[in-house]
């Protein structure tokens, strides 16, 4: 028999299938072992086909091949072809996807858990223990041993080992005796395993509305085929009830489920509701956990030990057959398009495993991407509406804040007064406040008065932050991680005249201290959540009303459910409207929703303070009134114009070399290659090529970057001009070419 393969660390232009001889028991999905190149060094590969013949010469063998308990199920091969074939990945970056790395060590590591039980009847064991010289036990250690297991009959080894006196030696002694005798088993290493304890079987109350909406999902749950829908609701509507609805029913068809969420909505919280609903048929899976923890995970879902799989990105890749729904919640979220490769999209991979399970792809949000709600307006998604907040409360009354009025007035604090007074009233009342300010650090810029320098990062073409400590502090470089002293005088002209401009959490905080000194403020952002432990750990203290204000960046604004918070805050509202990026407005409208959102979800009701230096943006405007719809069909009319997503694809072509010589010499190569193919057959296609242009931010750590912008439809031709061009520019080892279909920011 012979079986062709594909390489795990190929380079991409010799990416694809090679033949070897293979015994007969070989099958499509193993991972196997094979000499490669003329040294025959054993590489790891992944079988994709089977044959009987081989037309060519002096075929090596397959050398060997791994647990089959780790092979590839056909639907997961399958997927990996695809990956390849729609991202324009290797097959092998494809495969460490979806087959975590533990299972491709030739030792995987399986935990064992050692138990160790009493041989002995009580009667032998007490005239064991009574017995002297040869016939009884010398070692004191082995009596404790026996004593031990005599009085709880098995323990787990090290549970014995840590009794005073007792070593392993006394243990593997009577282990060779056959006074005991050593089990063992594998042991699941499940962080989430307590929730599953408490059991929560109560039954889901929807209102009418919900009610409506879930009568939508089900029906499409019914169906014999693939198909998608979007439930749209408001912030605070109870989007979770529905799902959590159609959950319970695709599971009592006898199917499976995947729920996606975004990482920063993954909290102990929502993580409890699951598991304590559906018992320990549930699988959890996020880049917190630690690679025997994912491996677990993934070895427990493949025997079928679970229905319901919730977690981040990379959790779509569970291997879970029989699926009946697959759930992207927050389904607008940025984080859910991988930025290294394989560069996918987590919504394809959904479709593409919904198509093969005949399953129902279920998006969820309050503010979907235009593409999705496109796609839901034109038929292509089932749309499923949900207008109004649960139990009948009201959505926030939002204030917008101009800032410039504040600076005339002489007030130059990011506090504005509103915002003062309101959070003021907030504690008068014991309630909680939210805000939110998308910048980390103390002040965003430090430049000289004198010479007009501003102080930047050496291995980045961007400034470097301020950020405030007990040391004196330090300027940081956001995109590498340099760091270094505050200078008492410009490095360029040595004038003692540096400024420190804008602000950012750091230094919010320290208004907020000084003003209302009264509120405790708990800030989280990335300088402070360092581990998954500390963030969910400040969720919780916030819930339990240790602290008045959450202060922090975009982990506050999305996903939380804090019944006491009547105050949101945001502090820049315009910040991210204006970057070099078509999708600007959008991603602004969702982040100012999402965040009025969090304020009064429980009777109190609530307000949001957006402070802005634009006022009168119709952005803004339109997402303190939440309306997204009236937001959609002005975006959409631009989109249409001008030629955007949904109407058209977008790829980005980027190189990067550490030599800018170099890299500036190979984009002219791309730009004109590009050309010349499409003056050929592939012009008739429709193409608007833009650059070669410096990428927004030029240099990072040390490597400089050159794009070009491409507007196509994409389809099989159009992959395999970019194909052809990724082979040809994967040969050279001083600049690396990346392609990015649709990229997230352009």
Known sequence: MYCEVYLFDAPYHIDRPFDYLCEDDIRAGDIVKVPFGRANSLRLAVVTRVKDACEGERIKSVHSRLDTRYSLSEEMLGLCLFMKGHTLCSFGEAARSVI?????????SVKVKKTCVLTLSPEEADALLAAKGRAGLRSEGQRLVVEYLKSIGIADIELIRATPGVSYANISALADKGIIKIIQSESIRNPYAEYARIKDNSEIVLSSAQQTAYDTIESELLSDEARAALLFGVTGSGKTK??????????????????????????????????????????????????????????????????????????????????????????????????????????????????KNKALMLLASATPSLESFYKAKTGVYTLVPLRERYGGVRLPDAIIVD???????????????????????????????????????????????????????????????????????????????????????????????????????????????????????????????????????????????????????????????????????????????????????????????????RAGRATDGGIAVIQTYAPKNEVIRLACLQDYEKFYEGEIALRRELSYPPFCDIVNLTLTSEDEEELLRESKHLSDTLLSKLSGELGKLPFIVFGPFEAQVYKINEKYRMRMVVKCKLNKQSRGLFHELLCEFSTSRKVTLAVDMNPMTV
């Open 100 to 108: 975590p790395p533990a299972a491709l060590s030739d030792i995987p």
């Open 242 to 355: 529905v799902i959590m609805k159609a959950i319970d029913k695709t599971l009592s068809e006898g199917r499976r489920v995947i729920m996606l969420v975004p990482e920063i909505a993954l909290t102990p919280q929502t993580v409890n509701i699951f598991c304590r609903r559906y018992g320990e048929r549930v699988a959890v899976i996020h880049s917190s956990l630690s690679q025997g923890e994912r491996f677990d995970a993934w070895r427990r879902i493949k025997r079928g030990e679970v229905d319901l799989v919730i977690g981040t990105r990379s959790a779509i890749f569970a291997p879970l057959d029989n699926i009946g729904m697959i759930v992207i919640d927050e389904e607008h979220e940025h984080t859910y398009k991988s930025e290294s490769d394989p560069k996918y999209h987590a919504r394809d991979i959904a479709a593409y495993r919904c198509g």
């Open 403 to 597: 800032m410039r009025e504040e600076l005339r007035l002489g007030n130059t604090s990011p506090i504005s007064d509103r915002l003062l007074k309101s959070l003021n009233s907030v504690y008068e009342n014991e309630n909680q406040a939210i805000l939110f300010l998308n910048r980390r650090g103390y002040s965003t810029q430090i430049s000289c008065k004198e010479c007009g320098e501003v102080l930047s990062c050496p291995r980045c073409s961007v400034s470097l932050t301020y950020h405030n400590g007990k040391d004196g502090g330090k300027l940081l470089c956001h995109m590498c991680g340099y760091s270094e002293r505050v200078p008492k005088v410009c490095p360029s002209c040595l004038a003692d005249k540096l400024s420190f401009l804008g602000y950012g959490t750091q230094k919010l905080e320290a208004e907020l201290n000084k003003y209302i000194p009264d509120m405790s403020v708990l800030r989280m952002d990335a300088d402070i959540t360092g581990t998954k432990m500390s963030y969910d750990r400040m969720l919780e203290d916030f819930r339990e009303g240790r602290h008045d204000i959450l202060l922090g960046t975009q982990m506050v604004a999305k996903g939380h459910d804090f019944p006491r918070v009547t105050l949101v805050g945001v502090a820049l509202a315009d910040t991210s409207l204006y970057v070099s990026d078509f999708r600007a407005a959008e991603k602004t409208f969702s982040l100012l929703t999402q965040v009025i959102g």
